[in-house]
């Protein structure tokens, strides 16, 4: 995407950001406070969430949060707790991009361990919600709110191997299309990002036989990251983008 942002897009956004530890979610928190934004992170680890906090910091960005959940283990009532302490730290939230991600395994379907399905189930699409049923308060006291997944070209197509990531990620899709429209009169925009096969560790184990160095970076998909969050996409909702149109979709380079 070519999309040129002004260096003050995010300047008084408050934004959460889940699976900010690694990968593309560490880029996109990164990026957002070196747009202006208050960011919020979520993650498993606290060490390598104060890594980041730690690194916005020294960036001169706004003093960033960090707070853990583990998707995997989180209940509605946990994530009803997390909401509450985010309320009690912030007025709103003006963005939530839901990052994290769990792969499972790559293998045919009638291999697939019923143990490792439930658990990409519950990070990708049981935990994810249960945290935007407890997030959606806070984002509907913004005046343009941008509630952003993260899908993944297998989550449209189907194809061979890619089991309970690809079905939780066709549900991921769905989430977002019934969320979009019935928030579509409420400063509320709901919207997907495929990322692309990108540099990072998911997709090193997804293929590991393939040179990183010809994956695009994290760094390298952050401008449509950040147009989704910033008033550029005031009026899209229901949408799903693409951060490298044109890549072929589900396998290796
Ligand atoms: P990484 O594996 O690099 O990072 C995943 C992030 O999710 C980490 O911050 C990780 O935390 C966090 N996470 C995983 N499990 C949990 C959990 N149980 N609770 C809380 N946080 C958790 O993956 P990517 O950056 O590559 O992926 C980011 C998103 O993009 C995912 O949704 C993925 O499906 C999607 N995607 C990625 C593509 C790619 O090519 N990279 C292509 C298409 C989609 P921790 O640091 O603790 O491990």
Not at 2 to 21: C, E, F, M, W
Request: aromatic share 6%; charged share 20%; hydrophobic share 35%.
């Amino acid at each position: 995407m070519h999309y040129q942002p002004q260096k003050d897009l995010l300047q008084n956004r408050i934004i959460l950001v889940t699976g900010a530890s690694d990968g593309i979610g560490r880029e996109a928190a990164l990026t957002y406070a070196r747009h202006g934004a208050h960011v919020i992170l979520l993650g498993r680890n606290e060490e390598k969430l104060h890594d980041v906090i730690r690194t916005i910091h020294d960036e001169g960005g706004h003093a960033a949060r960090g707070y853990i959940l583990d998707l995997l283990t989180c209940t509605p009532e946990s994530c009803q707790a997390l909401a509450q302490r985010i309320a009690a730290d912030y007025p709103r939230l003006d963005g939530v991009l839901h990052n994290a991600g769990l792969l499972g395994e790559v293998c045919p379907m009638d291999q697939q361990t019923p143990a490792i399905w439930q658990q990409v189930m519950q990070v990708n699409v049981n935990g994810t919600f249960f945290l935007t049923q407890a997030l959606l308060p806070l984002l509907l006291q913004s005046d343009s709110g941008s509630l952003v997944f993260t899908s993944s070209s297998v989550g449209r197509q189907g194809r061979a191997n890619w089991g309970a990531y690809a079905a939780s990620k066709f549900a991921t899709e769905g989430m977002m299309q019934v969320l979009a429209e019935e928030y579509q009169s409420r400063h509320l925009r709901v919207n997907c990002i495929n990322p692309g096969g990108t540099r990072t560790k998911m997709r090193a184990s997804a293929f590991p036989g393939e040179d990183p160095n010809k994956l695009k970076t994290p760094a390298d998909i952050m401008p449509l990251y950040l147009w989704l969050m910033g008033d550029d996409s005031r009026r899209k909702t229901g949408m799903t983008f693409d951060a490298q149109p044109g890549r072929k979709p589900g396998i290796s380079q």
